[in-house]
T-cell receptor
Framework: EDKVVQSPLSLVVHEGDTVTLNCSYE??????LLWYKQEKKAPTFLFML????IEKKSGRLSSILDKKELFSILNITATQTGDSAIYLC?????????FGSGTKLNVKP | DGGITQSPKYLFRKEGQNVTLSCEQN?????MYWYRQDPGQGLRLIYY???????QKGDIAEGYSVSREKKESFPLTVTSAQKNPTAFYLC???????????FGPGTRLTVL
């Protein structure tokens, strides 16, 4: 059965900390892996990864994919309270998207 | 401004009633999707449409219906046959089928 598993389910850190969110997958015919940030409402797109070992970076956020070990990580450095959100990982094959249950990040002042 | 809109933001329904959730996009995207989100669970696909006048069932289509008469619009009807309809509903669209999806703001449906 195709699935995407994210860990941890929730995380509480203080401003300035660095966090690493994990996404492992078992999806046949993998095509790409996507990270979304969901605050109160709609998930917003962060990264799409298709190739192993190539880091995608946007400001304090970065992500990398390991297609051999079937996982991706999302790093957030120097966290801010505005980073508090649910981070969703989705894996796309040639048929549909598979979403993980998300990691709820709470950044305290 | 281009984007995806959903209405209403909050919706209350009595048991036994059908209700329709609106999803509109002006991005000229071919594909549109409906997901349901429950606490502690990932997004689950209800229906999707690859192109206008076509739609397919997703993983949890029972109790739901859709139409795609216009490219911009993909309304979802939650029927009285849906046993547990209280949830957060997200609509998404993508330029083409299998492309990166962009989400609307969502509708929170509560059945009283």
């Amino acid at each position: 059965e195709d699935k995407v598993v994210q860990s941890p389910l929730s995380l509480v850190v203080h401003e300035g900390d660095t966090v690493t969110l994990n996404c492992s997958y078992e999806v046949t015919n993998f095509r790409s892996l996507l990270w979304y940030k969901q605050e109160k409402k709609a998930p917003t797109f962060l990264f799409m990864l298709t190739s192993s070992g190539i880091e995608k970076k946007s400001g304090r956020l970065s992500s990398i994919l390991d297609k051999k070990e079937l996982f991706s990580i999302l790093n957030i450095t120097a966290t801010q309270t505005g980073d508090s959100a649910i981070y969703l990982c989705a894996v796309y094959n040639f048929n549909k998207f598979y979403f993980g249950s998300g990691t709820k990040l709470n950044v305290k002042p | 401004d281009g984007g995806i809109t959903q209405s209403p933001k909050y919706l209350f329904r009595k048991e036994g009633q059908n209700v329709t959730l609106s999803c509109e996009q002006n991005l000229n995207h071919d594909a549109m999707y409906w997901y349901r989100q429950d606490p502690g669970q990932g997004l689950r696909l209800i229906y999707y449409s690859q192109i206008v006048n076509d739609f397919q069932k997703g993983d949890i289509a029972e109790g739901y219906s859709v139409s795609r008469e216009k490219k911009e619009s993909f309304p979802l009807t939650v029927t009285s046959a849906q046993k547990n309809p209280t949830a957060f509903y997200l609509c998404a669209s993508s330029q083409y089928w299998r492309d990166t999806q962009y989400f609307g703001p969502g509708t929170r449906l509560t059945v009283l």
